[in-house]
């Protein structure tokens, strides 16, 4: 009549957690919710050296997400830890010029893994390239190829080449 308690309420030596994948997970779970959303892994991502943008980090969190509610959970994180470990990370990230990921990040100062059009006006003008209001939306919409009003990792290597060649 004894039931196994709910996931959430096992403890680490229930879960079997290596101590400092808790401990990562801890770093990480920045709202302290007891879960990572996408966000979060993101920073987790990309400090870690994955050149992860926000489409890919949302790809990787979907994959390891097995209760279905857009976060990862210890266990969850645990998994993705493991498989990480063993070089088989679902959805490798995209193969990007060092330098086109350097002033990717330079520039997306929310940390959001996309150049929303105030950062995207910046990015231009250290290229030199005054924009006005309406030449900044024209060349977002040209770039911003799944319309979400901000250029994800990929885009922005389309527009920096674009600019360069």
């Known amino acids: ?32 919710s007891g ?4 966000k979060e892994l993101l920073h987790a991502l990309v400090d870690c ?53 350097s002033v990717f990040r330079k520039h997306d100062k929310d940390g959001s893994g996309a150049i929303e059009a105030s950062e995207l006006k910046e990015v231009l003008k250290e290229c030199d390239y005054e924009v006005d209001d309406a030449k900044l939306a024209e060349t977002l919409k040209h770039y911003d190829l799944d319309n979400n009003q901000s250029l994800c990792l990929k885009e922005f290597e389309m527009l920096l080449r674009d600019f360069m060649y």
């Open 1 to 32: 009549f004894f039931s196994d308690p709910p996931p959430h309420t096992m403890t680490e030596a229930e879960l079997h957690i290596d101590p400092m994948v808790k401990a990562t997970f801890e770093k990480y779970d920045v709202d302290k």
């Open 35 to 38: 879960d990572i959303c996408v």
């Open 49 to 101: 050296g994955v050149d992860a943008d926000a489409k890919h980090t949302k790809e990787v969190c979907a994959k390891y997400d097995l209760d279905g509610n857009g976060k990862l959970c210890i266990k969850e994180f645990a998994v993705l830890v493991q498989d990480a470990m063993h070089g088989s990370v679902a959805g490798d990230a995209p193969n990007v010029d060092p330098v086109v990921l």
